[in-house]
């Protein structure tokens, strides 16, 4: 409040200022001379003073200075009255009169003097100011003399604290943004060592540099610290911290630096993190918890009202903002059914008393006239001395309500159904004492005198003893327990069953039930069932139950055993599953929904279908359905059998027959051909023996020859596969025909193929034809040779082993094994499938017939032997060979290990020849006379038959051939013995069947020498 003094003014500039007063809340003192106003003016603090006079005197104005002088926030003012008198010194005037009102109106004056007082306080606050900034002058002058005292000591004062100041801290240049400086605690918090820490830029620290740049200018060399600011840096290892950083600017050592302090919050920032987390788990745990809950503060705020509680009270889920005045609404009850007003319900009094209330009941009606039925607990939260909360806790127990409405109606039911059951019932303790009992019969006692008893006096003792054991076990357990036992009721002997079950703590309910007729029945039926089962065990077949959804419904032991699955796996099961996964839910016999049907699924013949194991390996199966009707329903009846061995049989037969048609199809165009080379072969001999030996057609006729031998060996390697050709078998060891074949094989291999022999010292021996075993080794190194184009490795490896495996495709026993392995290009899938097969071949035509690995079948099979092999594509083939070991040895024949290296000889001897070729007999004749023999030759049996009778004492051998027209080589042979028995008989064949059993023969085409060697040695034979 202002003290304002005015003085010579009329009444109606202080009725005025009066009224401004008042308004302004200003304190005037009116005075009428100038004298008096003075000494007021010094013994009252004014702030300004206001005349209407002219000031003109010089005393008035030296009265007026001195005035101002001592009161410097005196302010003058000047109403209305301009300074125009010529005594008036306008100078001094204008130093004394601070400002003159041109007014006096009421609005104006008030305007004015209020510009004048504020204009003093601005005067006034100008002059304290001067005042303090002069004083703070002469603070900083004696700041600065103590800094340039202290200065040394204060740097060193730095050093001390910066490097041992457990804050890491940091000074970098703010030009250069180079680290100049750092302590101890900045190297552990970063990783760096001081020295490398110094050489860092500080933008390699920080992930966000620019929140480090000092902006504020080192002003009077203070510094002006920064506002603290989070940020995120990184250490030496990569790792990212949360960092607080306080920086400032400074001039360290002349150069402007920034210098930052650095506080590790890391540890901070995961606490806030995980208290984050957890206030949001526990906001989302309270908004869907099932029980309601809501607090309510001490007066009586509502801060939080979870889902639940809003449905409870039908409030809506959108609603946010609760007030205790949503609850007028609605209308509360307890369990008799009186009102509970809102002020009277648990929570408000927990409010009040501070005492926790649960387990209150009460029955709520919303204001949609829907009735809930809810337990409320009410908890109080304490702050001091009183409470700051209650927590509210609902549960809606309106379906538990309607529960035991229903319990109750269901209890009245229940009793209706023990009285209405013709069991025995009876209510025990635990120590067997009846409590109550239900038709007495099984006792033959009255109910009254049952009661009270015990079972040890009712029952038997061992009776009694099981019942005591199941009481306990049933109280124990709170499970049904049941037995079986016999007894006595009038008389006979009847079977009961006992069923106890925990009613109430320590008391059981047993119920006697009479079951001899379900015992009867269940006997025949056990009777029944095990026929059934029996029979059903004792089928070879697998059998399988169908009902109409495509189900199993029963299976046996050998449906187990043939798809792998249990009877538990299989039961209730899709029959699908026995399919692989490629053929379910295709439209086949075992579709499931084909068994809707059932009466239509008839098969006249078995269908053949592919079953997959458990393990998942698949296989061939037949299947006959049959439709059978049952008390519980149609099915369908399924009688399924394994057709594996007999695929791989039909296989086999299928591969036998094509064989045997070769074998047929070779046998008779190798009797034919045969008798061409014969031919072929004899003449060109004969010519070859007429021409001189310096001529240049020798050269041709025996390479006419040596075609024809090479004609006639193909001819017997197909008569050698198709089993037509006759092998003489003896003891023979693998090992001497490998060696003596070794130089020949190396010939055929080439330079580039390196042949690697492995041998069994202790080899056995096997019954064998030599000449098969070499021409099976033989094909199967041409067959490796053509396998490596390139060169590359052959092992021929023999040895005994001995298999025991009854399941392995080969029978167990001794074999003597040899093993022929390539490392050549391999077969592919397609070719693995045929490489046994005649005439197939993977060469160019005209590089292979075909027929090398389907000899090499043959020979191993004609004598007893398997054949295995594996090869895949770029990685070679292995074939292993299986040959018997005789049980015994044969003999072995001395004729058998010489060979005929002598020289042809002849003889005088005559000799009939009979052929129906005229080519033979004229060869056969001429090659015969050469050696020195008589001979005489017919066209045919009956011409031969003729010739023996006329000269019968001179014909000492007969030579026929086999196959002849009207009468063969054999029937010839038979006749002529009875025409001669004594004389000597040798079959020739292109090939026969009728040879098989023969001794003696010689095949077609022979050359010269070989038809001497042989007849000669029929001459000289016993």
Not at 488 to 508: C, D, F, H, P, W
Not at 852 to 875: K, M, N, P, W
Request: with cysteine; charged share 25%.
């Amino acid at each position: 409040m202002a003290n304002i003094l005015a003085f010579n003014l009329n009444s109606q500039l202080k009725k005025t200022l009066t009224q401004i007063s008042k308004e302004k809340n200003l304190i005037f003192t009116f005075i009428d001379s100038f004298d008096t106003a003075l000494t007021h003016a010094q013994s009252t603090p004014i702030v300004l003073l206001i005349t209407a006079e002219t000031l003109k005197k010089t005393s008035t104005l030296n009265e007026l200075k001195k005035l101002k002088e001592d009161n410097s926030s005196l302010q003058v003012a000047l109403i209305n009255e301009p300074i125009s008198s010529s005594s008036y010194d306008p100078k001094s005037s204008q130093q004394l009169i601070d400002f003159i009102i041109p007014s006096t109106e009421k609005d104006q004056l008030k305007y004015y003097i209020h510009k004048v007082l504020e204009f003093g306080n601005t005067v006034k606050r100008n002059d304290e100011l001067t005042r303090e900034n002069l004083r703070l002058h002469q603070q900083l002058k004696e700041f600065l003399d103590l800094r340039s005292k202290t200065q040394q000591q204060s740097e060193a004062t730095f050093r001390l604290m910066f490097e041992n100041n457990p804050m890491p801290m940091l000074i970098f240049d703010l030009e250069t943004r180079k680290v100049i400086n750092a302590n101890h605690s900045a190297s552990l918090l970063y990783g760096y060592p001081y020295q490398e820490l110094i050489t860092l830029s500080i933008d390699m620290l920080a992930t966000q540099p620019e929140k480090l740049i000092c902006e504020s200018k080192i002003v009077d060399e203070q510094t002006i610290i920064q506002q603290n600011t989070e940020q995120i840096h990184r250490r030496k290892n990569g790792q990212l911290i949360h960092v607080e950083v306080l920086s400032h600017v400074i001039n360290f050592k002349g150069r402007n630096a920034c210098y930052i302090m650095i506080k590790d919050i890391s540890a901070q920032k995961q606490t806030l993190e995980a208290l984050t987390n957890s206030e949001k788990k526990f906001r989302t745990l309270y908004m869907n918890l099932t029980h309601g809950i809501f607090n309510l503060t001490a007066d009586k705020q509502i801060t939080m009202f979870n889902q639940a509680a809003k449905k409870i009270f039908g409030f809506s889920k959108n609603k946010t903002t609760f007030k205790i005045k949503d609850f007028n609404s609605i209308k509360f009850y307890d369990t008799s059914g009186k009102r509970v007003a809102l002020e009277s319900l648990p929570f408000m009094q927990v409010l009040n008393t501070g005492v926790a209330s649960t387990g209150n009941i009460l029955k709520i009606k919303l204001p949609d006239n829907k009735k809930r039925w809810i337990v409320l607990d009410a908890f109080p939260f304490f702050k001091g001395k009183g409470v700051k909360e209650v927590i509210i806790i609902l549960n809606d127990i309106s379906q538990l309500k309607k529960a035991e409405k229903l319990l109750r109606a269901n209890e009245k039911k229940l009793r209706a159904i023990f009285d209405a059951l013709p069991d025995q019932l009876l209510l025990l303790k635990l120590d067997g004492t009846v409590l109550d009992v239900k038709n007495g019969d099984f006792f033959a006692l009255p109910t009254e005198e049952i009661k009270g008893k015990t079972i040890f006096d009712l029952l038997s003792q061992p009776i009694a003893k099981r019942f005591y054991n199941m009481l306990h076990l049933a109280n124990r357990t709170n499970e049904m327990q049941t037995f079986e036992f016999q007894w006595q009721v009038k008389g006979n002997l009847r079977s009961y069953e006992a069923r106890l079950s925990k009613s109430t703590q320590n008391q059981i309910l047993c119920l006697l039930r009479d079951i001899s007729e379900r015992k009867k029945y269940e006997l025949d039926l056990q009777k029944s069932e095990n026929r059934f089962r029996i029979l059903l065990e004792s089928i070879l077949q697998a059998i399988v139950l169908i009902d109409i959804h495509g189900r199993i419904n029963l299976v046996n032991s050998k449906l187990e055993q043939l798809f792998g699955y249990t009877r538990d796996e299989l039961l209730l099961q899709p029959v699908e599953m026995l399919l692989p996964f490629n053929l379910r839910g295709k439209d086949h016999i075992l579709n499931q929904n084909r068994f809707r049907h059932s009466e239509d699924i008839v098969l006249e013949r078995p269908v053949e279908l592919t079953g997959m194991r458990k393990d998942g390996s698949e296989f061939p199966f037949e299947i006959q359905l049959t439709h059978v009707e049952m008390l519980d329903g149609p099915f369908v009846l399924g009688i399924l059998s394994d057709i594996s061995q007999k695929k791989q049989l039909e296989v086999r037969i299928r591969r036998v027959e094509k064989l045997e048609a070769i074998g047929q199809l070779a046998g008779g165009i190798a009797h034919d051909f045969n008798n061409v080379l014969a031919g072929i072969i004899g003449l060109s001999e004969l010519a070859l023996r007429k021409i001189p030996a310096e001529s240049p057609v020798q050269d041709n006729l025996k390479l006419i020859i040596n075609k024809a031998e090479s004609a006639a060996d193909l001819v017997r390697k197909l008569l050698m596969f198709s089993r037509q050709q006759k092998i003489t078998k003896q003891n023979v060891n693998l090992n001497k025909i490998v060696l003596s074949n070794k130089k020949l094989l190396q010939r055929y291999l080439g330079e580039d193929i390196h042949l690697i022999i492995t041998l069994d010292d202790d080899l056995h021996l096997i019954h064998g034809d030599p000449s098969a075993m070499d021409q099976i080794l033989t094909n199967l190194c041409i067959n490796a040779r053509d396998a490596m184009p390139d060169g590359g490795e052959l092992t021929i490896q023999t040895k005994n082993i001995e298999i025991t495996d009854p399941e392995s495709d080969i029978p167990p026993g001794k074999y003597v094994q040899l093993i022929v392995a390539d490392s050549g290009i391999g077969m592919s899938e397609e070719t693995k499938k045929h490489i046994f097969e005649p005439f197939f071949t993977t060469k160019e035509l005209g590089q292979g017939t075909g027929l090398g690995l389907a000899t090499v079948y043959g020979l191993v099979r004609h004598h007893g032997g398997f054949i295995q092999f594996d090869s895949e594509l770029g990685e070679g083939t292995i074939f292993r060979l299986y040959f018997p070991v005789p049980i015994r040895q044969l003999e072995v024949s001395n004729l058998q290990e010489l060979e005929h290296v002598e020289m042809v000889k002849g003889g005088t001897e005559t000799i009939l020849i009979v052929d129906d070729q005229a080519d033979i007999l004229t060869t056969a004749k001429d090659t015969l006379e050469s050696f020195g023999y008589k001979v005489l030759i017919a066209g045919s049996g009956h011409q031969a038959l003729d010739i023996l009778t006329k000269y019968k004492d001179l014909i000492d051998l007969i030579i026929s051939d086999v196959v002849m027209p009207d009468m063969d080589g054999i029937e010839l042979r038979m006749l002529s013995k009875q025409l001669k028995p004594t004389i000597k008989f040798l079959l020739m064949s292109a090939f026969s069947p009728k040879l098989e059993n023969e001794n003696d023969y010689l095949l077609k085409p022979f050359v010269g020498h070989q038809l001497a060697r042989k007849v000669r040695e029929i001459l000289d034979s016993d």
